[in-house]
């Protein structure tokens, strides 16, 4: 895939993601609908399997789950700079992709989440800080949902999968209800895959 | 913090590239991707029995993560809207629900806490 990316488009990138940065009501998982909204369906700077790609290798690798916002940014400036195949010009623009998600993902919650957090831990008590916590939960629920849907459910255009669909809900019940390994499901996800099941 | 783990996803995310020109790897990857929305979805569904005791009661709290649910996942409203929307309103009623809560309690003085 090849996408051109203006000055501006890389500001854009940077902009949008410290935005939802400051949107992140429940880490940065809560904002992935929002983020396939504006890579994938705005402004066409992923495809529907690299946006998935970049999830499923950032939660089956070791390490903060965040770096799913890297592997995006890293994504989307290997299709700026014309892949790893470009030589040093194609690693340096994946290179600055991942740099510039991160960067807008993480300044605002270091700083202002940060201050936001004790603030509200000191004054727990208050009415409205509880008002807060506790008005902002079953949205979280409701976006992490969303957030799955997302995954399973392709492009807009295309009809979904049933296969996907059975198997996230087969790992969804797995999960919920046992304490398997995920390393297992894991496997077996990318086995079925590979053998062209899903 | 996250110069290790970020080599080693860069790392796994170019090992990938190169798997991912074949139709087994581009399976394996969707596979991934089908465990990996299943497993965040479980992640939402294990917060639910929380809601339980939620100030503005259980269903209206359930009611919000289905609205929440529609207009993120399927009407893919920006998220910006539905905070200030949805986000908004469900802190406000909580609030009111609290401040009733708080009222009755304070009203009676020897009733034991629910």
Known sequence: VNVALTGSDWLTLFVQFLLLSCLSVGGAITLVPEMHRILVESHGWLTNEQFVASMAIAQAAPGPNILFVALMGWNVGLNAGGGLANGLAGWMTAFAGALVTMAGMLIPSTTLTYFATRWAHRNRELRAVRALKQGLAPIVVGLLVATGWVLVRGDADSAVNPSTVAVALISMLIVWRTNIHLLWLLGAGALLGAMGMV | ?114
């Open chain 2, 1 to 114: 913090v996250l110069t290790v783990p970020s080599v080693v996803v860069l790392a796994m995310a170019i090992a990938f590239e190169n798997v991912a020109d074949t139709a087994a790897g581009q399976g394996a990857l969707r596979g991934l991707g089908a465990v990996v929305a299943g497993l965040i979805t479980a992640t939402g569904l294990k917060l639910v029995p929380a809601l339980r005791s939620s100030p503005m009661g259980h269903r209206e709290a359930l009611a919000v993560v289905l609205l929440t649910f529609a207009a993120v996942g399927v009407i893919r409203l920006p998220l910006v809207w539905v905070l200030a929307g949805l986000g908004t309103s469900a802190c406000l009623w909580t609030w009111f629900c609290l401040k009733r809560s708080d009222e009755l309690r304070a009203a009676q003085p020897e009733a034991p806490a629910p």
